[in-house]
């Protein structure tokens, strides 16, 4: 057999646990936290505050406007969720084999191993909000410009060019590199800290639950101006009439971080902020307990 059949071989087992684990955190994960996320993009694209932005919404578009783009993202996240957990677990092992005398992980390291999931994340992750950004920037349901993600990534790749699907990959590497690294690192703190207070040798349903929720917030805290940026570049329609060029690798990301600064100010890059806090938290709350929860199950039926 070849090294990488007896490597499969080897940790088949635990890649699996980790990709079924994953992938039921992603579909929690989305169908609790788009609403928000929705709402979020909104207010980047625009100067209205969080509750005007809610009514605005409920009154021209109706409640179900909240769910626009979601198709893509549910049918996606769940998939790209499994491979953020795989690769994080898969890293850790790396790292706690190389560790001296059983030595536990530095959160240090669990950032590092964060990073290395955001990153393969990102490659998937960009085209998908792509689609998302699109599609909840419409507005006007009599004059849809995209009919599904599908539609939308079609006529992305036919009217603006194929290396549009992936606009804005600069400023999502950054993301979650950096959101990443944040929030399994305060994931595992926060953790470890609930149940030494506790005295515990295992976290409870609530412990599990409080540090998901400020896991996921961490990670916006540091990634949310990178998103910003992004959702600006990816709702940017047209090649001819484009503002932002690319220039080397940075897709845009200076010329457009420089533009919002000078027109709007640093605190623009902010908007949407509140609603994406409240989504971190209870959305990643509900995803880590998932991943906990439907991991210890696997393990179970694999015993």
Not at 7 to 19: A, G, P, V
Not at 181 to 207: C, I, N
Not at 263 to 277: E, I, K, Q
Request: glycine fraction near 8%.
């Amino acid at each position: 057999m070849s090294e990488f059949q007896i490597w499969l071989q080897e940790n088949r087992k635990q890649i699996s646990i980790d990709l079924g684990a994953g992938t039921v955190s992603g579909i929690f994960n989305c169908l609790f936290g788009h609403p928000m996320d929705t709402l979020k993009v909104r207010m980047q694209m625009s100067k209205e505050n969080f509750w005007r932005s809610i009514i605005k919404i409920i009154k021209n578009e109706g409640i179900l406007a909240f769910y626009k783009g979601m198709t893509f993202p549910l049918l996606s996240v769940p998939f790209l969720n499994a491979i953020v957990f795989a690769v994080y677990e898969y890293s850790r092992r790396q790292f706690t084999g190389y560790n001296d005398n059983g030595k536990p992980m530095t959160y240090f390291q669990t950032a590092i191993c964060g990073g290395i999931s955001g990153s393969c994340a990102a490659t998937l992750a960009c085209s998908i909000d792509l689609t998302k950004c699109r599609l909840q920037m419409q507005m006007d349901n009599a004059h849809k410009l995209y009919k599904n993600p599908f539609d939308c990534l079609l006529k992305i790749a036919k009217q603006e060019g194929f290396r549009y699907i992936f606009r804005g990959m600069n400023a999502t590497q950054q993301r979650e590199i950096l959101g990443y690294s944040a929030q399994f690192a305060t994931y595992e703190f926060v953790r470890d800290q609930l149940m030494w207070l506790q005295d515990k040798g295992e976290p409870s349903s609530h412990d599990l639950l409080i540090s998901g929720g400020l896991a996921g917030m961490a990670c916006w805290v540091v990634g949310y101006p990178q998103d910003t940026i992004k959702t600006i570049l990816q709702c940017e329609m047209g090649t001819k009439t484009r503002r932002f060029k690319p220039r080397f690798l940075d897709g845009g990301f200076f010329e457009c971080l420089k533009y919002r600064i000078k027109s709007d100010g640093v605190p623009s890059l902010w908007r949407g902020f509140s609603a994406c806090m409240l989504r971190a938290f209870y959305a990643n709350a509900i995803g880590f307990y998932a991943y906990e929860i439907s991991k210890n199950q696997i393990q179970k039926f694999y015993a």
